[in-house]
């Protein structure tokens, strides 16, 4: 079936410092999105792409439905971007919008 | 704009009873989800209605599991005689689900249900 690889599965990083977060997708996907889940356990909306990349503050996204990869970015990491993220693509063909998700990275910023 | 809202937040039911979960999907949104997330699983898809019809209900159970949406503004995930396997947290979902208006989904808060 039709499965979406996370990576990494965890990270730290010091206060101010950046990473990147990747999915690989095995299959052609229509849309990536990617959430961050807060401390009370909700999903946070944080990306929707279709294509090309975005920019929202310190984070930025891209998605690349041909070589079938989405990356998520973070710098000038703080503290209240801790919390476990997850990508999640939306299959290409179909009616159904159903998003398959990536297994999460949780991430732990320390100062 | 309140969000999708689910109902109740936290459910205990003792094992073979039902328990049935609320979800009223953000106003004008088309498309409604069901998903299941466990700590072994992740984030499993459940089912999926569109304009209330239901479209994909590829991931749930064959057995005790059941979802309804009859009207616009609600849905239900029923599950009779609950195990112990099915407590999660059982988040439910809405979008636009439009070429014009874009497929982004929009969670719950989900329903955390536990089977003892």
């Known amino acids: 079936g039709d499965q979406v690889e996370q990576s990494p599965s965890a990270l730290s990083l010091h206060e101010g410092t950046g990473s990147a977060l990747r999915c690989n997708f095995t299959?052609?996907?229509?849309?990536v999105q990617w959430f961050r889940k807060n401390s009370r356990g909700s999903l946070i909306n944080l990306f929707y792409?279709?294509?090309?990349?975005k920019e929202n503050g310190r984070l930025k996204s891209a998605f690349d439905s041909k070589e079938r990869y989405s990356t998520l970015h973070i710098r000038d990491a703080q503290l209240e971007d801790s919390g476990t993220y997850f990508c999640?693509?939306?299959w290409g063909g179909g009616l159904s919008g159903k998003l398959t998700f990536g297994e999460g990275t949780q991430v732990t910023v320390i100062s | 704009n309140a969000g999708v809202i689910q109902t109740p937040r936290h459910k205990v039911t003792g094992k073979g009873q039902e328990a049935t979960l609320w979800c009223e999907p953000i106003?004008?949104?088309?498309?409604v989800f069901w998903y299941r997330q466990t700590i072994v699983q992740g984030l499993e898809f459940l089912t999926y209605?569109?304009?209330?019809?239901?479209?994909?209900d590829s991931g749930m159970p064959k057995e005790r599991f059941s979802a309804q949406m009859p009207n616009q503004s609600h849905s239900t995930l029923k599950i009779q005689s609950t195990q112990p396997q099915d407590s999660a947290v059982y988040l439910c979902?809405?979008?636009?689900?439009?070429?014009?208006?874009?497929?982004?989904?929009?969670f719950g808060k989900g329903t955390r249900l536990t089977v003892v």
């Open positions: 999640a693509a939306e």
């Open positions: 299959t052609t996907m229509r849309a």
């Open positions: 792409l279709a294509s090309g990349t």
């Open positions: 106003s004008g949104h088309s498309a």
């Open positions: 209605f569109r304009n209330q019809a239901p479209i994909d």
């Open positions: 979902a809405s979008s636009l689900d439009s070429r014009t208006g874009g497929r982004e989904v929009f």
